[in-house]
């Protein structure tokens, strides 16, 4: 028998839920979206069961700031106050400092007179067990701790029916007009039914600092510097999460050179800034580290009938500028409004959610191709490993510091929506890094500068285009 935790069995969908294993959607995964999305359809009258492999906290290092646009989404969802009562921390924009020389970038106002947008960090744990509590607390939904094994398929129309599951260790099953694969990065539904796989390029190795004292209060901060991007930000009154990129195969990191402690302890440690030095060195001895792949994943259209792909199962980009929450909240308020009873009455109509889930691809992309190719742009910029990077590298600094700073920051936060103020931002950084090439360079050497513009300017193509291509027109 299922652990069953909300028992408003009065209602008929209700009890079918718990008798009969059946509702409207079964979602898989208890996650940042799959809360969101469970509570959502749920308030729609949708009857809905909610499947989590662990109902326990999660222990983990991703998911733990959520930008200003993240936020908007949380409250059109009604979901606010799932940031309070977890020791959150506001923040406020973005400190980064390159080879030690920093700039303070804060998220634009709407108008010079509104207050600056807010973000929030937390303990991915505690936000998470908030929006697990709000889908409890909403009679629609049916929460059961199980660990789903595989996908119920019609063997003549393939249409998915449902899901397979394994309860306490014994096999069980869930049936529903829709089934939601939101079983985040690792997905193993998305297999046969999205169209690319993910690919990784660096991990994140992450460590939790005890009262470190960061240079600017209520920031992200970014550590830009020969060696790959360095993240830290606080995550509760005294904890602050540190995330180091590490890419596969980097020589620093190698076993001769004491493998990633090593790197951590002999070039990231005298990077840190010097009051959260100790801490660092602590949790580091401490040896609480941990890792998580860095992945990018283009989403690819729903074509299964009965099936939904959506949050890291459908879509991912490197987490450098922590937009993945951001896209999962918006990404619910697309299908609030494109699956909502008025535009589908019922989801047995699988074609009518077929097309509607065509639209949803499209209709995203504002949003999460802005995120997306910002993240992969800015992690090949601040990972720059040859000559042309570096220039980029150093003309998106020096860009931060006197170009129009809003735009970009704007679109790290999940607040500008529109792909092509991305696009300019980014050349207009190349045409900066080229001018700054040419000003360095001494009068003998200047029959060079040709080469070096088009080679900067050719790695700006290669950094950008095949994103651009990926996020805005497949
Ligand atoms: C290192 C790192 C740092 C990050 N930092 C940030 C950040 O600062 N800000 C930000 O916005 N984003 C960040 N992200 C991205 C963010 O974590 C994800 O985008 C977000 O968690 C996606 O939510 P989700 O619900 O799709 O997946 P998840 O939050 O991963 O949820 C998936 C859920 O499915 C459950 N599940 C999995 N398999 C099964 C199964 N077989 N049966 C039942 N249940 C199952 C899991 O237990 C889990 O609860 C980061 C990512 C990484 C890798
Ligand atoms: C639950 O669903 C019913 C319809 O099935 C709807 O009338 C009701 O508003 C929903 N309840 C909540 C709290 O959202």
């Not at 069961?49 to 959520?66: A, H, Q, T, Y």
């Not at 998915?160 to 997905?187: H, I, M, P, R, W």
């Not at 402690?261 to 070039?267: A, D, E, F, P, Q």
């Not at 580091?284 to 199962?313: C, H, W, Y």
Request: aromatic fraction near 8%; hydrophobic fraction near 40%.
């Amino acid at each position: 028998m299922a652990t069953m935790l909300n028992g408003h069995a009065q209602s008929p969908a209700a009890q079918r839920r718990i008798e009969h294993h059946e509702a409207d959607v079964v979602i898989v995964g208890a996650g940042v979206l799959g809360c969101a999305l469970a509570v959502t359809l749920g308030r729609q009258g949708r009857s809905v069961i909610l499947l989590e492999k662990s109902l326990e906290e999660p222990n983990r290092i991703v998911g733990e700031l959520l930008q200003p646009g993240g936020v908007q989404a949380l409250e059109q969802l009604g979901l606010r106050d799932c940031l309070e009562g977890i020791d959150g921390i506001d923040v406020k924009g973005y400190w980064v400092s390159y080879f030690g020389e920093p700039v303070l970038l804060e998220y634009p106002k709407s108008t010079p007179t509104s207050p600056t947008p807010l973000g929030r960090a937390f303990h991915h744990g505690r936000f998470v067990m908030k929006l697990r509590e709000a889908a409890l607390a909403c009679p629609n939904v049916t929460v059961v701790e199980t660990k789903v094994t595989g996908l119920v398929t019609s063997s003549h129309t393939q249409e998915v029916l449902g899901v397979e599951c394994v309860t306490k260790e014994l096999k069980d099953c869930y049936f529903a007009q829709l089934t939601v694969a939101a079983d985040g990065y690792n997905s193993e539904f998305r297999k046969q039914h999205h169209q690319y796989s993910p690919k990784r390029r660096s991990k994140f190795y992450g460590l939790e600092l005890i009262d470190a004292k960061l240079p600017e209060p209520n920031t992200g901060h970014v550590l830009l510097s020969e060696n790959p991007p360095v993240l830290m930000y606080q995550i509760g009154t005294h904890e602050t999460r540190i995330l180091i990129d590490i890419p596969d195969n980097l020589p620093l990191a190698s076993v001769k050179n004491g493998g990633v402690k090593g790197y951590l302890r002999n070039t990231i440690l005298p990077q840190i800034p010097e009051g959260a030095r100790q801490s660092f060195s602590d949790a580091l001895e401490q040896g609480q580290l941990r890792s998580m792949p860095n992945s990018f994943l283009p989403a690819s259209v729903n074509k299964t009938p009965g099936l939904m792909i959506l949050g890291d199962a459908l879509n991912m980009r490197h987490p450098l500028t922590g937009g993945g929450m951001t896209v999962a909240l918006s990404d619910v308020v697309y299908i609030r409004e494109l699956l909502s009873p008025e535009n589908v009455p019922s989801f047995s109509d699988t074609g009518l959610v077929l097309e509607q889930l065509a639209i949803f691809h499209w209709r995203r992309k504002n949003s999460s191709s802005v995120i997306n190719i910002l993240a992969q742009a800015l992690y090949a910029l601040f990972a720059a490993d040859d000559e042309s990077l570096r220039a980029l590298q150093r003309g998106c600094f020096r860009y931060f510091q006197i170009g129009p700073v809003n735009g970009p920051v704007g679109l790290l936060a999940g607040l500008i929506k529109q792909p092509l103020v991305l696009v300019s931002h980014f050349f207009s950084v190349a045409f900066l890094a080229i001018w700054m090439v040419l000003s360095d360079l001494p009068l003998t050497r200047i029959f060079l500068f040709p080469y070096y513009a088009f080679m900067i300017l050719y790695t700006a193509c290669i950094v950008i285009v095949p994103y651009i291509w990926s996020e805005v027109w497949c």
